[in-house]
């Protein structure tokens, strides 16, 4: 079973910068497709980026594309999600998540997740 512990979220004025971590135990993730999800209060889960286990293939949503970039470090079994032009509509709990068993684009497909970790953007 594989924990995964987020890390590095937090307040920040509108056009600032933030870099959120992924750190997994349990075992390797080395294998495994990881992303990021996030979540507004009253929203629905909404997938962020996506990254191949090799690291060599990403995926974003529209709304963060040129702005977000997803990267990961396989030797230190951590994902990173470095958030740049934050914007208040940015403003959500984001979510790590590994083992898509699915579409990569789907939160049900994911098996495992963090608890967490909020940012939240003032204008």
């Known amino acids: 079973q594989v924990q995964l512990v987020e890390s590095g979220g937090g307040l920040v004025q509108a056009g600032g910068s933030l870099r959120l971590s992924c750190a997994a135990s349990?075992?390797?993730?080395?294998?495994?497709?990881m992303a990021w999800f996030r979540q507004a209060p009253g929203k629905e889960r909404d997938f962020v980026a996506h990254?191949?286990?090799?690291?060599?293939?990403?995926y974003y949503a529209d709304s963060v594309k040129g702005r977000f970039t997803i990267s990961r470090d396989n030797a230190k079994n951590t994902v990173y999600l470095q958030m740049n032009s934050l914007k208040p509509e940015d403003t959500a709990d984001y979510y790590c998540?590994?083992?898509?068993?699915?579409?990569?684009?789907?939160?049900?497909?994911?098996?495992?997740w963090g608890q967490g970790t909020q940012v939240t953007v003032s204008s």
């Open positions: 990254i191949s286990s090799s690291g060599y293939y990403t």
């Open positions: 998540a590994a083992s898509p068993g699915g579409s990569i684009y789907s939160s049900l497909a994911y098996r495992h």
């Open positions: 349990g075992r390797t993730v080395s294998s495994d497709g």
